[in-house]
Nanobody
Framework: QAQLAESGGALVQAGGSLRLSCAAS????????MAWFRRAPGKEREFVAA????????YYAEDVKGRFTISRDTAKNMGYLQMDKLTPEDTAVYYC??????????????????WGQGTQVTVSS
């Protein structure tokens, strides 16, 4: 059974950094596009970043571009989200996802079949 498990969420001060990890079991990240989404309190789940299977191109939400970096280690079957210059607006539960979305769906949750349970990131001001 394919599963994703996030870790690395924590309480951090504004301006700080965190690296989230996503461990895959029952599936190989080398066969899927991967993405990170987040859900802030009282808001809908939103796209954060994606790494496309084909060509390895990366995509970011405008408000994290230049601060967050998505990556993967296929040897370890792990995905990562490096988050720098964090702000209180980044406070959310962060979810890892894997799937084979078409390019037009790379930023939509419907494009991903597998999801983790989420990890909490809290940024204090």
């Amino acid at each position: 059974q394919a599963q994703l498990a996030e870790s690395g969420g924590a309480l951090v001060q504004a301006g700080g950094s965190l690296r989230l990890s996503c461990a895959a079991s029952g599936l190989a990240f080398s066969d899927y596009s991967m993405a990170w989404f987040r859900r802030a309190p009282g808001k809908e789940r939103e796209f954060v970043a994606a790494r496309r299977l084909s060509g390895g191109h990366t995509y970011y939400a405008e408000d994290v571009k230049g601060r967050f970096t998505i990556s993967r280690d296929t040897a370890k079957n792990m995905g990562y989200l490096q988050m720098d210059k964090l702000t209180p607006e980044d406070t959310a539960v962060y979810y890892c996802a894997a799937g084979v979305p078409i390019l037009s769906a790379i930023r939509t949750s419907n494009g991903y079949r597998y999801w983790g349970q989420g990890t909490q990131v809290t940024v204090s001001s």
